[in-house]
């Protein structure tokens, strides 16, 4: 299966530093929406582009785990693109065959500057999503919409 173009959201996310509105399905059925730093990197095992960002929140990894389908939308101005797909989580709590804690540490170092974050010190930031427990929300694309 041939992954659909994800260059209109590599041409938007640096327009507002990946800023972008993602989407989950709760347990009773309902969206729930809210903002993230999202970019897109390849992903750690197939090397494929996914759309990614990162999270620690408890109910929405819960969540993901059990309704994969996310959608993230980034704006600017008037222009916009958007991702839809399954997640996959990469994580403490979420381990994949394949990802060490090092693999770990690098992808969400991926994840961060792909969605155009910086950073003056690297080792306080490694060690903040350590202490977090923070993962990667990897979405493959099964749709990509928009008009940038």
């Known amino acids: 299966m041939d992954t659909p173009d994800l260059g209109p959201v590599r041409r938007i996310v640096p327009a507002e530093h990946g800023l972008a509105s993602v989407s989950i399905v709760r347990a009773d059925g309902t969206p729930h929406s809210s903002l993230v730093n999202a970019g897109v990197t390849d992903h750690p095992l197939t090397g494929r ?36 797909g399954p997640s996959e989580l990469i994580g403490p709590d979420d381990p994949a065959d394949g990802v060490d804690a090092e693999g ?45």
């Open 104 to 148: 770990l540490r690098l992808l969400l170092r991926a994840v961060f500057t792909a969605a155009g974050g910086t950073h003056d010190d690297w080792d306080t930031y490694d060690r903040v999503m350590r202490e977090e427990r923070r993962t990667a929300v990897l979405v493959a694309p099964t749709r990509v919409l928009g008009n940038s």
């Open 49 to 84: 582009p996914v759309a990614a960002y990162v999270t620690y929140g408890q109910v929405k990894l819960r969540n993901l785990r059990a309704r994969p389908a996310t959608s993230i939308l980034w704006r600017a101005g008037w222009q916009w693109a958007a991702v839809e």
